[in-house]
C-alpha cells in the first residue's frame, strides 16, 4: 500500500502548523514588549512598506488576490481530506454500446465479507473496493482467533475467495491487499 500521500499531508501540515505558529508567537511577543515598548507600539508595516502600497495601487488587490488563492487551495485540500477513495459502484460492461450495468460496490464488499466470514477461525472481516471502475481494488481486513491457521485463511483467501470474485466480475486481475489480525482470547469454548 502506498502511504508517500499521507505521508505528505502529514509532513506538509506540520510544516505549515510550524511556520504558522512561528509567526504567531513572533506577533505576539512583540505585541507583549518582548523586542521592547517601541516595537510593541509600532505599526506593523514600516513607513517604505506603506509608502509602496500607497504609491501602487495594484498592491492590495494583489495582496486579496493571494489570500483568495491560498483560501482555495486550503478548501481543496480540506475536501480532498472528506473523499475516502471507496468506490461507489462497478460497471460491468465495459462497451457503452452494448449496454451498462451497474453493481454495488457495497453489495460486492458484503457478499466477500460473508463468503470469508465462514472460514474456520474467522471472528469479523471488511472488506471495501477502491480506485476506479475500470481499475478496482479489494482492501480485506480480517480479524481471526487464537485457533485459526492464519497461512491456512491467506491460501484461501488467494485461491479461492478473490478468484470467485474476479470470475463474478469478469476481471482479469484485481489487486488485493489482505490484512490479517490475530484478536486476543478466543471466545470459543473449548469442549473437554
Known sequence: MDRRPAHLNRTGLAL???????????????????????????????GGARGFAEDNGWFWPAVAAAVVVLA???????????????LPGLALEPDAEVGTTRLSAKAVADAVEAD??????VRKVRARLIGSSRRPELRLSIAYGQHADPAELRRRVQDEAVPRLRAALERDSLPTVVRLRLVPGDRTPTVI
Do not use: K, M, N
Open 72 to 86: 482555495l487551495l486550503g478548501l481543496a485540500w480540506l475536501l480532498a481530506q472528506a473523499r475516502t477513495g471507496r
Open 16 to 46: 505549515a502548523g510550524a511556520v504558522l505558529a512561528a509567526a504567531g508567537g513572533a506577533g505576539l511577543a512583540r505585541g507583549l514588549g518582548a523586542f521592547g515598548d517601541g516595537r510593541a507600539s509600532a505599526p506593523v508595516l514600516t
Open 116 to 121: 470469508i466470514g465462514e472460514y474456520p477461525g
